[in-house]
């Protein structure tokens, strides 16, 4: 058995993948992992240090297809992309697709990915700093939790939309910062990011709540479908997700049947007859 580490990176793997097909080893000789998993399965063959003879034409959107499968956190995270490629370059286009078991995952693994970037950009919340914290630091910082790798690709959408702004979004792995002319990725974010983006308080903070608590439709209300879109591993950090789970209660325990939230129930207003005459 071969063991690797490529340090989660999509480029590191990609070249010992290269390595590997080159010298025909199977994907059932080979596995990814941590480096004291590579002490414990590590082959005790002499391994060359030179590419092998076997060449073979891989197409441009398997690469593509599997940088993308390469963000997801999971089990044979490296492995499954190896397995794919090998059957792949050696003539089994399949293994891409999703009629097949394997591309099955693959192609699951990459929805999976896609709909984290869209979390991203549907759940981040910046919070703009004061204007006295002065030029070195961002002007908007956001602190969000992803369950894949997606910041540093899916962060670009936001460099368009904040214009020359600084800004900074910061997670329990890594963080990007955007200083007004390019973007910098840190894989290991940095501990002062991260207590930034954790402990800054929204001066507007109030204001929102009032406004997403009149909104809210308990009438609307189906629980199911709002996980799906808006999954509750999001709420502790959103401001109004504080708000949600009494909103939630409220809905259940009668107000679904007024169509309102209860602030708005109890204004004074002129109730119209449902009689007939």
Not at 13 to 32: F, I, K, M, T, Y
């Amino acid at each position: 058995m071969i063991s690797l580490e490529c340090d989660n990176l999509f480029s590191t793997w990609r070249e010992q993948a290269r390595w590997l097909l080159s010298h025909q080893v199977d994907p059932s000789q080979v596995s990814w992992g941590a480096t004291e998993v590579a002490d414990l399965f590590a082959t005790d063959q002499a391994i060359p240090d030179t590419p092998g003879p076997f060449q073979a034409r891989i197409p441009k959107a398997l690469i593509d297809l599997l940088a993308s499968a390469a963000c997801y956190h999971g089990d044979q995270r490296w492995s499954l992309l190896y397995e794919v490629l090998w059957r792949v370059s050696h003539g089994d286009r399949t293994a891409m697709l999703a009629g097949d078991k394997l591309g099955s995952e693959l192609q699951r693994r990459i929805k999976q990915v896609s709909r984290e970037a869209h979390h991203l950009h549907a759940f981040v919340r910046f919070i703009a700093l004061p204007p006295e914290a002065g030029p070195q630091l961002p002007e908007y910082v956001a602190w969000h939790e992803p369950a894949h790798d997606i910041l540093h690709s899916a962060s670009q959408h936001f460099i368009g939309r904040m214009g020359r702004h600084r800004w900074m979004i910061a997670t329990p792995l890594d963080g990007v910062y955007y200083d007004g002319e390019q973007l910098i990725h840190q894989r290991r974010c940095p501990e002062a990011w991260q207590q930034l983006a954790q402990n800054i308080d929204d001066p507007h903070s109030a204001m929102w709540l009032t406004y997403y608590s009149h909104i809210f439709n308990p009438a609307r209300l189906n629980p199911k479908v709002m996980e799906g879109h808006f999954p509750s591993r999001f709420w502790k950090n959103l401001p109004e997700g504080k708000l949600i789970p009494g909103l939630i209660t409220e809905a259940r325990t009668g107000k679904q049947k007024d169509g309102q939230a209860s602030l708005i129930g109890a204004k004074p207003g002129k109730r119209i007859s449902s009689g007939q005459g």
